[in-house]
């Protein structure tokens, strides 16, 4: 009861910044925002008209003086003063209902593996500007292996795939660390175009990011099992410039996106190619485990699990598995001190 009172209190925040959805955890509360990463904002103003759900509805439908934009790009920020603005409007959410609103948040925020030094500080920044008072980054395969509870600080070896909107990351953890990992710029947006591309060169007719992320969802897979669904899809005829509607089936999904679950796979392959024998494993009798919105797609474990002759499991609650892990973080942040990416502001000088 004491330590979910402090909690309440400590004005802790976890938040998974991620290249389409941004999620945002409160101690004491537990997830409370899940939003896409997207920023309208008016050109002629620089003001920022919308945030999250009500920008994502905008896009693809503003009038010229709005631009509906993604202030992160393959995880990580592309648009220094957008990406503060929507930081900032996600923390201050947080706090609506707080009792000591006053007072400056500590953050715990996720971030690709791999990051550079760079990135990390551009990360720190926005959220400092945007009202952090203390920073902390760590890296989201390790977040979320923390988020599945996952024995990390144990000598055995765990894998984690976490495939979001811009970034893939494939890890090997062990002991509190990231043994090995490899950060993917292929994820459910470059599937997204893959379908957009396929339905271009296919079938002569653009399609709208929105339209290609439905059919994903609706009947994307990568083997094949079942009737051979379809689904209608609407958008410009290349040739005449009109309206036209086409029907996909999952065959021609299956197509469209083939290459990038290959490079998926090769990926996860050199990855344990590098791997020391003692975790292999350990990982070969502890499974590899997939999170991310990307591990819904229909088929990918069993398609990797045939693949690298490994177990593979999608998480319980596979997309806030990242930010569930930012929220133990932040409740036990002294023990977990060794999971953050070193903060180089902190180091004593040489």
Not at 60 to 70: D, E, K, L, N, Y
Not at 256 to 270: C, F, H, M, Q, Y
Not at 311 to 339: C, F, H, K, M, S
Request: aromatic share 4%; glycine share 10%; hydrophobic share 45%.
């Amino acid at each position: 009861m004491l330590k979910k009172f402090n909690n309440f209190f400590s004005n802790n925040i976890g938040i998974d910044l991620g290249t389409a959805n941004t999620l945002v955890y409160v101690s004491g509360e537990g997830i409370i925002i899940n939003e896409p990463s997207v920023v309208a904002v008016n050109q002629k103003t620089g003001q920022v008209v919308a945030i999250g759900t009500e920008a994502k509805k905008m896009v693809g439908r503003t009038p010229a003086h709005i631009s509906a934009v993604r202030p992160l790009v393959d995880g990580v920020i592309s648009d220094f003063e957008v990406a503060e603005e929507m930081i900032a409007y996600f923390i201050k959410r947080a706090q609506k209902n707080r009792k000591n609103i006053l007072s400056r948040p500590r953050v715990v925020i996720g971030v690709p593996s791999g990051v550079t030094n760079v990135e990390a500080r551009a990360v720190r920044d926005a959220a400092r500007n945007a009202g952090a008072r203390e920073v902390h980054i760590v890296e989201e395969p390790m977040a979320a292996a923390i988020g599945m509870r996952l024995p990390v600080g144990e000598p055995v070896g765990n894998m984690v795939i976490d495939i979001g909107g811009g970034t893939s990351d494939v890890a090997i953890i062990s002991l509190g660390g990231i043994v090995l990992s490899k950060s993917l710029k292929m994820a459910g947006d470059r599937l997204n175009q893959d379908i957009i591309h396929y339905a271009r060169d296919e079938f002569k007719i653009l399609l709208g990011e929105q339209t290609a992320e439905d059919v994903k969802i609706a009947i994307g897979s990568v083997i094949e099992g079942g009737d051979d669904v379809e689904s209608a899809v609407r958008g410009r005829d290349l040739i005449t410039g009109l309206p036209r509607e086409v029907i996909l089936t999952a065959s021609d999904v299956r197509q469209a996106i083939a290459k990038t679950t290959r490079s998926l796979v090769d990926s996860v392959k050199e990855v344990l190619e590098e791997t020391p024998p003692e975790l292999v494993s350990d990982i070969m009798h502890r499974g590899i485990m997939l999170v991310g919105g990307g591990s819904y797609l229909k088929g990918l474990a069993e398609h990797l699990s045939s693949e690298v002759k490994i177990p593979v499991y999608v998480a319980d609650e596979p997309l806030t598995a990242v930010v569930r892990g930012t929220g133990i973080i932040l409740d036990n942040l002294d023990e977990l001190q060794d999971v953050l990416i070193q903060n180089e502001d902190d180091l004593p000088p040489q």
